[in-house]
């Protein structure tokens, strides 16, 4: 099977799309197709050994419609191949050819537009320059009236109308050519009831014409007064100038739908620098290979995904992440496609080029599903199929009716031109896509990515989320939670396991080794002029005779003592029944307890835990509150599935879950009538992801994961889950009130234009009202598309903290080794500290401030940048030089200290 994607040309309402789709969908071989009115193209996915490109063009085109396949070109380089998307849709002018095409769309129609109505002022005023002097009391000049007034001048003011006609009609002739073609074809659509409305009107004007010289050559002034007041040239002109107003309008305001696909696009560097044989050289970004050596300098845009060879700088990933702040970057990590270079150089090695990269990437998912449909949208794609060729039976009828009623040829003709004009089938076909097209833009924006219009529309029926754990809820690697020394300071504990696990090759061994790393870091940064010990140099000793001990941990000898690293099965005497509760109270929360101790002495404990995400628990309340249903898998044992529940506040946890039975899981709950989204980042997460009713997968896990998934978050942050639903539900509701509005405009139009109240209260439509209601419809559901421009996402409210242990906590008492069971939080005295700081000049500032505040042990960190002062809460005293380190290290001046 092949997928390709096809411009359309020629579409003009929902009647054409739905009969491009149907053409090609009787085409033998094709699989599935769908055709955008908004995007006017097609996208088709068919069997390449029964059907080609030149017959899916043709099949187009004999329908009435243009067809041309969007395909990559592709670009050769020194015998490598590379696509790109865009290169394939770039003009020299670095902007797209579609945005192009459609900026001169929107030009020529307000050329037409001005020229229409610079011809169809003076012609209104010669029709009704009569009934402007008698309303509003209009001065009318006297060679207008002598020219123009009177039976005598009927001729003269009725050619005259004609004569102004003629270029409106020529400038505004593509209604004709397309309606009627269409309406031969056996598919009338927009422009045939607007070009059988206004032909009509002229038609039966030049019918007047003659009439009314029949009338003055033979004396007969009753014939020239009745259809002097009878002639429909104005109503011709002033239909197809409002058609064209309104198409104008709704051509700007969909041209602002996809605003969010144009800013990716522009995001994107059309150059790079590359270093090759030694030399710099700026080439096409298209032409950068795997491998390449990569040069960005400050001010410059990352031109392809890799990793940072030499150099450092931050970061701006906002338009890819959402994430406001800078990030800083150096030797090692990974730089992502379309970040903004701040200020550092750095060399780079590409890694993920062309249709790879990142951006690329999401831009290609941002217009997949821009263009897809959704299933709401079928009951207006059946109503749009048959809905042109009702309207003209409907006017048809109306004719009849009138004429059958006993009123004139002119009345009759005049109700039944109304309703061709006012019907609308744009609002109809533009209801779902604009709305879809904004709210996937929206999304893009802030990080989430979703894949299809079905996946937009079922998120908004979930009512049970499936969470993994490992990755989703938590950071997906441990880290040191608690450091509880007994018997020992927490220097020598933490100098002991770090020599201990330098060695190890257990999956904590690295928590506990940069946790090490960075206390020391701080230690001697903050008190160097104290540090006089033999180890002050170093986080660590060299330890010697490292074994290991299967079941238990591991063992080494450190300044000649043999010291122990593991669990409660260590093989030293020294592990109370005190110790023992302990562990437990920490087993209890989810956390790993590591024991040190030599064969005399017990050390201490370091908890070692795969933390919950900061904005975890915020955002399982917010599923809540929208009536969720969240349940937890993992693999985990009861207990740490437990304490993860008690964190998060997760509705159910189904522990022990082997990777192959979360799939049955998600099986399970679908079976029991729930709509099932399931967040996950493994490989193991596909199968649930694919199975679930909306996959949702953290940007961060693999691809695997991320293929199987119907939508993507960027940033891992579950709280942009919660934004995909309420920006499902938005989209929804929004899709809703557009197909409201487009079925309740043609169900009340239709009738009013057709005179059902004329008879009972003499109120009806003209044909010029109509005119200008048809098109104030398509603009008002495009207008209301763009509301969802207006969404915001929810933010992380929660506030960074430092990783403590809750709850009750054993202690050690040095002098007789006994457990105190004591709360440490109602123990220590708590003391609030303000800071005054001078320098801080933006959020930034305040970040890095916070930063470096949350390192203290505090308990809570508030920074006022208006006020230029901090206020830290703590379970103890904090020293001066403390307070002013971390303040200086950060790059500001503490200026006042008040203690509370």
């Given at each position: 099977m092949k997928k390709e994607t096809y411009d359309i040309t020629g579409m003009t309402c929902s009647a054409c799309s739905a009969r491009v789709e149907k053409t090609a969908a009787k085409l033998t071989g094709v699989?599935?197709?769908?055709?955008?009115?908004?995007?006017?193209?097609?996208?088709?996915?068919?069997?390449?050994?029964?059907?080609?490109?030149?017959?899916?063009?043709?099949?187009?085109?004999?329908?009435?419609?243009?067809?041309?396949?969007?395909?990559?070109a592709p670009v050769m380089d020194s015998g490598r191949h590379i696509e790109n998307s865009a290169v394939a849709h770039t003009g020299s002018g670095g902007q797209s050819k579609p945005a192009n095409a459609n900026e001169q769309h929107i030009r020529g129609m307000k050329h037409r537009l001005i020229c229409s109505f610079a011809v169809l002022i003076p012609m209104m005023y010669i029709s009704m320059h009569g009934m402007f002097h008698h309303m509003f009391g209009l001065p009318v000049p006297q060679f207008v009236s002598a020219l123009l007034d009177?039976?005598?001048?009927?001729?003269?003011?009725?050619?005259?109308?004609?004569?102004?006609?003629?270029?409106?009609?020529?400038?505004?002739?593509?209604?004709?050519?397309?309606?009627?073609?269409?309406?031969?074809?056996?598919?009338?659509?927009?422009?045939?009831?607007?070009?059988?409305?206004?032909?009509?009107?002229?038609?039966?004007?030049?019918?007047?014409?003659?009439?009314?010289?029949?009338?003055?050559?033979?004396?007969?002034?009753?014939?020239?007064?009745?259809?002097?007041?009878?002639?429909?040239?104005?109503?011709?002109?002033?239909?197809?100038?409002?058609?064209?107003?309104g198409k104008y309008l709704e051509a700007r305001s969909k041209g602002k739908t996809s605003s969010a696909i144009e800013k990716l696009m522009d995001l994107t560097p059309r150059t790079a620098l590359v270093l090759r044989d030694g030399t710099?050289?700026?080439?096409?970004?298209?032409?950068?290979?795997?491998?390449?050596?990569?040069?960005?300098?400050?001010?410059?845009?990352?031109?392809?995904?890799?990793?940072i060879l030499s150099g450092h700088s931050s970061l701006d990933e906002s338009p890819i992440t959402g994430e406001s702040l800078p990030v800083e970057k150096k030797e090692g990590d990974t730089v992502i496609s379309a970040s903004m270079n701040q200020n550092g150089y750095f060399q780079m090695r590409a890694e993920r080029v062309g249709e790879d990269t990142t951006i690329q990437q999401i831009i290609r998912l941002v217009e997949e599903a821009?263009?897809?449909?959704?299933?709401?949208?079928?009951?207006?794609?059946?109503?749009?199929?048959?809905?042109?060729?009702?309207?003209?039976?409907?006017?048809?009828?109306?004719?009849?009716?009138?004429?059958?009623?006993?009123?004139?040829?002119?009345?009759?003709?005049?109700?039944?031109?109304?309703?061709?004009?006012?019907?609308?089938?744009?609002?109809?076909?533009?209801?779902?896509?604009?709305a879809i097209m904004v709210g996937t833009g929206k999304g893009a924006e802030n990080g989430i990515l979703i894949k299809s219009g079905e996946a937009l529309e079922t998120a908004h029926h979930v009512d049970t989320v499936v969470l993994d754990k490992t990755g989703?809820?938590?950071?997906?690697?441990?880290?040191?939670?608690?450091?509880?020394?007994?018997?020992?300071?927490?220097?020598?504990?933490?100098?002991?396991?770090?020599?201990?696990?330098?060695?190890?090759?257990?999956?904590?061994?690295?928590?506990?080794?940069?946790?090490?790393?960075?206390?020391?870091?701080?230690?001697?940064q903050t008190h160097a002029e104290n540090q006089k010990s033999a180890h002050s140099k170093t986080?660590?000793?060299?330890?010697?005779?490292?074994?290991?001990?299967?079941?238990?941990?591991?063992?080494?000898?450190?300044?000649?003592?043999?010291?122990?690293?593991?669990?409660?099965?260590?093989?030293?005497?020294?592990?109370?029944?005190?110790?023992?509760?302990?562990?437990?109270?920490?087993?209890?929360?989810?956390?790993?307890?590591?024991?040190?101790?030599?064969?005399?002495?017990?050390?201490?404990?370091?908890?070692?835990?795969?933390?919950?995400?900061?904005?975890?628990?915020?955002?399982?309340?917010?599923?809540?509150?929208?009536?969720?249903?969240?349940?937890?898998l993992t693999g985990d044992n009861e207990r740490v599935a437990d304490a993860i529940k008690r964190q998060t506040g997760v509705s159910d946890v189904i522990a022990g879950v082997l990777p192959q039975d979360k799939e049955r899981h998600i099986r399970e709950l679908k079976e029991r009538g729930h709509i099932v989204a399931m967040i996950g980042d493994g490989i193991n997460d596909a199968p649930a992801l694919a199975a679930a009713d909306v996959g949702i997968a953290i940007g961060a896990g693999t691809e695997i994961a991320i293929e199987s998934a119907?939508?993507?978050?960027?940033?891992?942050?579950?709280?942009?889950?919660?934004?995909?639903?309420?920006?499902?539900?938005?989209?929804?509701?929004?899709?809703?009130?557009?197909?409201?509005?487009?079925?309740?405009?043609?169900?009340?139009?239709?009738?009013?234009?057709?005179?059902?109240?004329?008879?009972?209260?003499?109120?009806?439509?003209?044909?010029?009202?109509?005119?200008?209601?048809?098109?104030?419809?398509?603009?008002?559901?495009?207008?209301?598309?763009?509301?969802?421009?207006?969404?915001?996402?929810?933010?992380?409210n929660v506030q960074k903290t430092p990783a403590k242990c809750a709850g009750a906590i054993p202690t050690i008492n040095e002098d007789n080794q006994t457990c105190l069971q004591a709360d440490h939080k109602k123990e220590e005295t708590t003391m609030t500290i303000t800071l005054s700081i001078e320098g801080m000049m933006c959020e930034h500032c305040k970040k890095h401030v916070e930063e470096?505040?949350?390192?203290?042990?505090?308990?809570?960190v508030s920074v006022d940048l208006a006020g230029k002062s901090a206020v830290i809460t703590t379970d103890g005293d904090v020293a001066d030089d403390t307070l002013k380190h971390a303040i200086s290290d950060a790059g500001y001046e503490l200026t006042d200290i008040t203690r509370d």
């Open positions: 699989q599935t197709v769908s055709v955008n009115l908004l995007t006017n193209n097609m996208k088709i996915e068919y069997d390449e050994s029964a059907l080609t490109q030149s017959e899916i063009v043709s099949a187009i085109e004999k329908a009435g419609y243009g067809a041309a396949p969007r395909d990559a009177g039976e005598q001048n009927a001729v003269i003011n009725v050619l005259t109308q004609f004569l102004l006609l003629l270029p409106i009609l020529y400038w505004n002739r593509n209604y004709f050519i397309n309606g009627f073609r269409n309406l031969f074809h056996g598919a009338p659509n927009m422009d045939t009831l607007i070009a059988l409305g206004s032909a009509a009107s002229t038609v039966y004007g030049l019918f007047a014409l003659y009439h009314i010289g029949y009338g003055l050559g033979h004396g007969q002034e009753a014939v020239v007064t009745h259809y002097l007041s009878d002639i429909y040239f104005e109503s011709a002109g002033m239909i197809v100038t409002l058609i064209t107003l710099e050289q700026e080439i096409p970004v298209p032409l950068v290979a795997a491998g390449d050596t990569v040069i960005v300098k400050p001010g410059a845009r990352v031109p392809v995904d890799g990793v821009s263009s897809s449909k959704a299933p709401i949208a079928r009951l207006a794609d059946k109503v749009s199929g048959i809905f042109v060729p009702v309207v003209i039976l409907i006017a048809l009828i109306t004719i009849a009716v009138w004429m059958f009623a006993g009123a004139g040829f002119e009345s009759a003709l005049s109700f039944g031109i109304s309703v061709l004009v006012i019907s609308c089938p744009c609002a109809l076909g533009l209801a779902t896509p604009v989703t809820i938590t950071e997906g690697k441990p880290h040191v939670t608690d450091v509880l020394p007994f018997g020992s300071q927490k220097e020598e504990l933490l100098r002991i396991a770090a020599s201990l696990e330098r060695q190890s090759e257990h999956p904590l061994a690295d928590a506990v080794l940069n946790y090490a790393e960075s206390e020391f870091r701080t230690h001697t986080f660590y000793t060299e330890a010697a005779d490292f074994t290991l001990l299967p079941g238990q941990g591991v063992s080494a000898v450190i300044d000649g003592v043999r010291y122990y690293s593991g669990n409660l099965k260590l093989p030293v005497s020294c592990i109370t029944q005190e110790i023992r509760k302990c562990a437990e109270v920490l087993s209890d929360e989810g956390k790993t307890p590591l024991l040190f101790a030599s064969d005399t002495r017990f050390l201490g404990i370091i908890a070692v835990a795969d933390v919950v995400k900061q904005s975890s628990a915020q955002a399982v309340r917010l599923l809540h509150d929208m009536h969720i249903h969240t349940v937890m119907d939508a993507v978050l960027i940033r891992s942050d579950l709280l942009d889950a919660v934004t995909a639903i309420r920006l499902s539900k938005a989209v929804i509701r929004n899709i809703r009130q557009n197909l409201f509005w487009a079925f309740f405009y043609n169900c009340i139009g239709i009738p009013l234009a057709a005179g059902v109240l004329y008879a009972p209260f003499h109120l009806r439509l003209t044909p010029m009202f109509g005119a200008a209601a048809m098109s104030l419809s398509s603009v008002c559901v495009v207008s209301n598309a763009l509301r969802l421009r207006l969404f915001k996402p929810i933010l992380n470096a505040l949350a390192k203290l042990p505090a308990s809570s």
